[in-house]
């Protein structure tokens, strides 16, 4: 096995040791290759801001380092046996190709302010995708409840029927409930949007940097400020972006729950077309709802990968530790996990089929109580009153009449109601969190495109381990 290039020691480092310290930290370090080639192009603009490198050696690097981000964007550089890091694997492509310009490129950089740095870039980049998906996802249901809007059924409390309810108001509500999630991306964004380069190992170097130079070139907002923060707020940021992804879980693991109790026989509100089910290899006639059962799973799954990093960030004293490397695994593994979640539920949703007759027979009963109480509380009498003969009628076995279902939507008109579902409403939040998503896609694209140089292609996520 050839000899593994390091970049902290000119010794050769023990074979077992090596691999036991990189791990499996090259799997997960892969998709940060293109982000790593490009926050060294905005690296080495503050150099020349500061004067640590002539114009001359930022032409030669900036000529490498594209050459590199090519190289990357095409597969022809990929980390091996032979890389201990990402970090590593670019210093020496770029120092192969331009020797005395490439031992340039770590001046005034740590690999910890560096992968820091890559991530935010990363990160950048993945949350804009998933809140596409989280978005696309909102739209699917409001298009559901849009159709299914006067489709009634019964609504639930301690898992009884309740009161009258309508699938579009169980879609609209799941809509919305992503929705406040996707809108709390903004505040978390603006944590990601900051700068860590120049803080080096958490304590800076002794040598003019150009901090603001970097981060306006990297296209972030503005610096994680004091030096000492970036290494004390690793697990941090990434609790927080897997805290969003949870959110995000919870609401599509609720909506396969419920598909996976409807749609059973029992109930039958709601069925699924053979392309969405799955067979049994013993009992020809079932039709099972694995995708939501995976996804339902899969929500508890993220859910783990943010428990991992609470974890390993538990209690460490301040300044860098080691064990810092093992958060891009859990990081990586929940984000995929959630755009896949979403993404697969929002191709499942406009074929889910409805079946109004068992919908309305099911409020059959008890479910329409409360509305014969309110008719009595409209002819005047006292609620509590009109509420007590009302029990005492269901228990004496005594039916009543059911309203027509026009007539129970139409008195359900106040906003949020079943004859008011606030659709438009929510079709106006989701066209402004996609407008501010393609105002920082533009903006994020923009500055990574400007760096790679055109018509070089920005960096596209590669194969990676399923969730």
């Not at 594209?66 to 890091?85: C, I, P, Q, Y």
């Not at 996990?337 to 949703?349: N, P």
């Amino acid at each position: 096995m050839d000899r593994p290039n390091t970049l902290w020691s000119s010794t050769t480092p023990d074979q077992r040791l090596f691999e036991y310290t990189t791990g499996d930290d090259r799997t997960w370090d892969a998709r940060l290759l293109s982000w790593d080639v490009l926050g060294s192009l905005g690296h080495i603009e503050g150099l020349r801001a500061a004067r640590l490198i002539t114009t001359a050696e930022y032409g030669q690097m900036r000529r490498g380092l594209r050459e590199v981000f090519n190289a990357t964007s095409r597969g022809r550089l990929k980390l091996d046996h032979r890389h201990e890091d990402v970090h590593t694997a670019v210093e020496y492509w770029l120092t192969s190709r331009a020797p005395g310009f490439g031992e340039r490129l770590h001046t005034g950089r740590s690999r910890n302010d560096q992968v820091a740095c890559d991530l935010r870039l990363f990160l950048k980049d993945e949350l804009l995708k998933v809140n596409a998906a989280a978005l696309g996802l909102a739209a699917a249901l409001v298009d559901f409840a849009q159709r299914q809007r006067n489709v009634l059924w019964p609504g639930y409390t301690h898992g009884r029927r309740a009161m009258p309810s309508s699938v579009g108001l169980w879609a609209g509500a799941l809509a919305e409930g992503v929705l406040d999630t996707v809108e709390s991306l903004p505040a978390l964004w603006a944590r990601v949007d900051r700068s860590p380069l120049g803080s080096a190992a958490g304590y800076g170097v002794p040598l003019p940097l150009q901090r603001r130079v970097v981060a306006r070139a990297l296209g972030f907002a503005g610096l994680d400020v004091n030096v000492a923060s970036v290494q004390g707020g690793r697990g941090k940021l990434e609790a927080a972006v897997l805290f969003w992804c949870t959110q995000l879980g919870h609401d599509v693991a609720r909506l396969s729950q419920d598909v996976i109790v409807f749609s059973g026989e029992e109930y039958g509100y709601l069925s699924l077309p053979p392309d969405l089910a799955t067979g049994s290899s013993i009992m020809p006639h079932k039709r099972n709802p694995d995708l939501f059962e995976l996804t339902r799973g899969r929500a508890s799954a993220v859910e783990g990968d943010l428990l991992a990093v609470l974890q390993i960030k538990a209690k460490l004293s301040g300044g860098y530790h080691r064990d810092f490397q093992l958060l891009k695994e859990p990081l990586m593994r929940g984000l995929d996990r959630t755009g896949a979640m979403l993404e697969a539920v929002t191709h499942a949703l406009p074929k889910l089929g409805v079946d109004p007759k068992k919908c309305e027979a099911a409020l059959a009963g008890g479910a329409l109580a409360t509305d014969e109480v309110m008719r009595r509380v409209e002819a005047g009498r006292p609620f509590r009153t009109a509420y007590r003969e009302v029990a005492a009628a269901l228990k004496d076995g005594e039916s009543f009449a059911s309203p027509a279902p026009a007539r129970i939507i139409s008195r359900r008109s106040s906003p949020g109601g079943l004859g008011n579902l606030g659709l438009p409403e929510l079709k106006k939040r989701i066209r402004q969190s996609q407008a501010w998503s393609a105002r920082e896609r533009k903006r994020f694209d923009r500055a990574m495109t400007k760096l790679a140089g055109r018509p070089a292609p920005l960096p596209r996520r590669p194969a990676a381990p399923q969730p």
